[in-house]
């Protein structure tokens, strides 16, 4: 349904070192941007514990959220500069969605939890879901700010999050194998990490990107932009989202929280300190008000707290974590080391650590590129290319480069445990010593052979 969106008499704008300029140019986008919701935001960072090893690495997701808008917006404006729609059906671009295009960009993260994933993990929470019911639920200023358009904005705005909105163009903006989202987050990450694998033309991309009556596709001659960015997105994850040392101060977070619930629900061990934003999630009956009410400075003030709890390890935990002691790991398969991981882990409970806290299996594998496969249950959108006589050719069909790496999952399993065990200089002796030097032996053989 196309809407009447007021202009505002000026644009505003917000200076990014990514896009340059942010432009806002409608009332409606400022006013989400100055809701609580939104702003809440800034006190969440993009990468969670990502900047344990990249230290610059200290972004919000309020920062991604406006650059996935200000992608969208451009994307807006290419699309009705020179593929406007003449006639209802044609597959060109309509620009009375573009307020839903808006809003859903810049609406997309909202949803997200201190640390992110680490939170979900422990008290079920997911993150897409909270997404839809901050824009649907009438106590949001969000909604409120939505409703104003329409009374059925808001579901329209939740559709696309949802991936049910009925045009497939604005469906595969926000969310594809080369959407907005991940366009922002591989130059901001890249950016912020100092790392350049994220880096792409990103002009280029859009210059070739064209809507079609079935979502959209890229003229063939950008091909080698389409190909830049595929690699650049599988280099991110190989060497910043799946870093070793990043996931090993995430699994410290696992436990902590883990330890914290245990703590909290059990009269043994019990929790001296005030947490009493996490009680409606300990005691499984939170509500959106109590999400809400979190961010990454909420845990890590109480983190600080923790570090004086009786229980010795909820409290070396949480001197891990803010101290940055990430656990070591060795790349392993745990399917064919499962004995080797069973014996590890026997070798660690006999020196005495609680294997529930100090012993974890991390798996870490993402698709870099897909393409329709009927034996799938769910695809992902492929990547189609407009050949010179109109016809779609699927990328990996037409790139050698992408179909080296499409369809198949990368990434690693790795075993994680304390670092002090494998350090030779803390050999005890008691009686634990000749556990501690087998560990040592066992890792270091993994180390020096493991091809993972």
């Known amino acids: 349904m196309a809407y009447n969106i007021p202009i505002l008499p000026r644009e505003k704008v917000f200076r990014d070192p990514v896009h340059d300029y942010i432009h806002v140019q409608h009332q409606l986008i400022l006013d989400l941007i100055n809701t609580a919701e939104f702003q809440r935001l800034r006190r969440v960072k993009q990468t969670g514990t990502t900047l344990f090893t990249f230290h610059g690495a200290e972004h919000s997701r309020f920062g991604h959220s406006l650059g996935v808008y200000e992608v969208a917006r451009r994307i807006c404006?290419?699309?009705v500069r020179n593929y406007p729609s003449l006639t209802p059906g044609d597959g060109l671009w309509d620009d009375g969605e573009r307020p839903v295009v808006l809003c859903a960009a810049l609406l997309h993260d909202i949803g997200h939890g201190p640390y992110s994933h680490a939170f979900e993990k422990i008290f079920q929470t997911n993150h897409e879901q909270i997404t839809i019911d901050i824009i649907l639920s009438p106590e949001t200023e969000v909604n409120q700010v939505l409703s104003r358009v329409s009374p059925t904005f808001p579901n329209e705005v939740a559709s696309v999050i949802n991936k049910t909105y009925p045009n497939p163009q604005v469906v595969q903006l926000?969310?594809?194998?080369?959407?907005?989202?991940r366009m922002d987050y591989l130059l901001r990450d890249a950016y912020y990490t100092g790392a350049n694998y994220g880096r792409f033309d990103i002009s280029r991309i859009l210059r070739v990107m064209r809507p079609h009556k079935d979502g959209i596709a890229f003229t063939i001659s950008g091909m080698h932009a389409v190909e830049d960015y595929i690699l650049s997105r599988y280099q991110m994850y190989m060497q910043v989202y799946f870093h070793p040392v990043s996931r090993g101060v995430e699994v410290i977070l696992n436990k902590l929280l883990a330890r914290a619930h245990e703590c909290y629900r059990s009269p043994e061990y019990g929790l001296n300190h005030s947490a009493s934003l996490l009680i409606p999630f300990f005691e499984d009956n939170w509500t959106l008000k109590d999400y809400l009410k979190l961010d990454d400075g909420v845990l890590t003030t109480y983190f600080l707290h923790w570090l004086d709890e009786p229980d010795q390890i909820l409290s070396d935990l949480a001197g891990r974590f803010l101290n940055r002691k990430p656990f070591k790991s060795v790349a392993l398969n745990f399917d064919k080391d499962a004995a080797t991981i069973e014996h590890l882990t026997e070798l660690l409970d006999n020196m005495g650590y609680d294997t529930r806290y100090y012993v974890a299996k991390n798996s870490s594998y993402d698709l870099p590129y897909d393409f329709y496969r009927p034996d799938q249950i769910k695809n992902r959108t492929q990547i189609e290319l407009i050949q010179?006589?109109?016809?779609?050719?699927?990328?990996?069909?037409?790139?050698?480069v992408v179909a080296t790496i499409a369809g198949k999952a990368r990434g690693d399993e790795r075993f994680y445990f304390p670092r002090e065990v494998i350090k030779s200089d803390t050999l005890s002796d008691d009686l634990f010593a000749d556990d501690q030097f087998e560990f040592q032996t066992i890792v270091t053989t993994l180390e020096n052979t493991t091809s993972y």
């Open 174 to 181: 926000i969310s594809s194998q080369i959407d907005a989202d």
């Open 388 to 400: 010179k006589n109109g016809e779609h050719i699927e990328l990996s069909k037409a790139s050698e």
């Open 77 to 79: 404006d290419k699309f």
